[in-house]
Structure formats: C-alpha cells, structure tokens
C-alpha cells in the first residue's frame, strides 16, 4: 500500500460504490481523459474500463505512481510523474475531460489551471472539500458567491452532485466533500478585455464586504462613478454584470477622463 501523505492532500477513497458512481458522471465520449492524482487508483480503475484508450494519468507522488504501475500494467506510457500545476496540456488532443478526487489543499489552484485551457477542457467530474464545492456553483447573492464561482461559471455550468461524509476515506479527512461536474458552456470569448475581467473580479471580491467603489477604487473614474454598480457590492453581480462593468471600465480609460 501506499501510506498516506498529508503535505499531498491523501486521502484515499474507500468506497468503491463512490467511486463507480464518480466516473460514472463523465458525460463526454471520446474526449482525452485526465485523470489528477490516481493515488492508488480507486478511480482508475473504473476509467479503465471505460476509458482506457484516452486516458492519462498526471501524480505528482512517486510511490503511487510505482504502485499504479504494479498493480496496472496495462497503463504503462500513460502515467506521468508531475505536478499538475505545471502540466502543459496542450500536448493533448482536445477536448479534454479532467476527473479526479483532487488534493483539497491545492484545488482552487487546480481550478486556475483549467481556466489557463477553459478552450480545451470540455468538463470537469471532480471531488473538492464540500464548501468549496458549494462556492464554486454559488450564484450571485450568496454569501459564498466568490471570485472562482464568476471565473468559472464565465465558461462552464456547475453541478453540484452529492455529498461524500469523511468516513469512507483514509485517513478520513476533517472536512465533509462533495462532488461536482463543470461543462463547458457555449462561450468562446467574453464581450470585453478578458484580462481587465479578470483583475476586477478579484480585486472586487478581495474586498467584499465593501462597495465596488471602494473595492474597485483605483479603477473608478468620475465620468463613471455615479453608475449604479458602484453603490453594490461583488458579489451581487452576475457573470453578465461584471462583463458590463469591464467595458464600463475600460471605456473610461479609453477615453482618457480622470
Ligand atoms: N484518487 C485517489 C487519491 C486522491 S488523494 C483516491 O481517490 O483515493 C489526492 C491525490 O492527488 C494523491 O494521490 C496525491 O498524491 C495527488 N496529488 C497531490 N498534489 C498533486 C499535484 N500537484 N499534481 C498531481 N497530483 C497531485
């Protein structure tokens, strides 16, 4: 066996019900399949029966990666030993589908990395700590509605599936899971600088209890200060809304006014 890791976020999945069921989710046929952190392989295993030609497998532990190489041979070229944060995806065919009971310490990180190929990766079947789950298919007005919640949902539609309680994993971690599905939507661009989007989200949750005039203060300009986004706060607005204030914002550099 493996012994469990904790600077790796180990926890391995006991139940192999869970499991079935977590592959299960992916939707996609004939996508490249990339499965985050194997560890000793739970999932895996049902990916193979379903999967195996397109499947990859990125671990960043060299113990699993040797386990899983001993106890599936059939894998053999398709386990990689690297760090996901730092794989560069485009060496695979698109669309790409990601499954994976992810490391819960490094999962919003994770998350910007798939946003780094929201054109490739077509969806997500992942299992994260329950509340981040919830925060990422949060919708605006929530309390939990945050900067990954806009970024993501920009490009993909999120469901939340089940929840997963600590009992079934080893060693059981202190927070509850759950598993959720990304697809990727109809989107192929933003209708303003995806960039400057994206800096103003952040900047706009960074501060959240605040109003975007204070939040976003190095951006207003008075030529625009009196529009009504200005009196809310981040995390009242939609995709849509944070869309309309970049080009707001842009618009009024653009024109130069201060
Ligand atoms: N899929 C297994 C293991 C889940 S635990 C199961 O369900 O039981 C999370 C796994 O992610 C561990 O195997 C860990 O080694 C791996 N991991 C942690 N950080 C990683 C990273 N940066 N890149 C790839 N894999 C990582």
């Known amino acids: 066996m493996v012994r469990p890791k904790k600077h790796l976020g180990q926890h391995f999945l006991t139940d192999q019900n869970i499991a079935r069921k977590i592959v299960g989710l992916i939707s996609t046929s004939n996508a490249t399949v990339i499965e985050i952190g194997a560890g000793t ?26 386990y899983l190489h001993a106890n599936f041979p059939e894998l053999a070229s398709k386990i990689s030993l690297e760090d996901f944060l730092k794989s560069d995806l485009s060496v695979f065919q ?30 997500v079947v992942c299992m994260i700590q329950k509340e981040v789950a919830e925060r990422l298919a949060s919708s605006p007005g929530n309390k939990t509605y945050g900067i990954l919640s806009v970024l993501l949902q920009a490009w993909y539609s999120i469901e939340y599936q089940f929840t997963v309680g600590e ?24 209708d303003c600088n995806e ?36 009196n809310k706060r981040a995390e009242q607005l939609s995709v849509s809304d944070f ?15 201060l």
Do not use: C, M, W
């Open 41 to 66: 392989g739970v999932l895996t295993k049902f990916l193979i029966e379903d999967q195996l030609e397109k499947l990859h497998i990125i671990e960043i532990d060299e113990e699993s990666v040797d």
């Open 167 to 190: 009992k079934v994993f080893n060693p059981p971690p202190k927070v509850k899971s759950a598993v959720i599905r990304l697809k990727r939507n109809e989107t192929d661009h933003l």
């Open 94 to 123: 698109a669309p790409i589908t990601i499954i994976g009971n992810f490391p819960y310490n490094i999962s919003s990180q994770i998350f910007f990395q798939v946003l780094n190929y929201k054109h490739e990766v077509n969806e």
């Open 195 to 230: 960039k400057l989007f994206q800096q103003i989200v952040k900047k706009g949750f960074n501060q959240r209890r605040k109003t975007l005039r204070n939040a976003l203060r190095e951006y207003v300009t008075p030529s625009i200060i009196e529009n009504d986004f200005f």
């Open 243 to 257: 869309v309309s204030l970049t080009n707001l914002i842009e618009s009024s550099k653009n024109t130069g006014i």
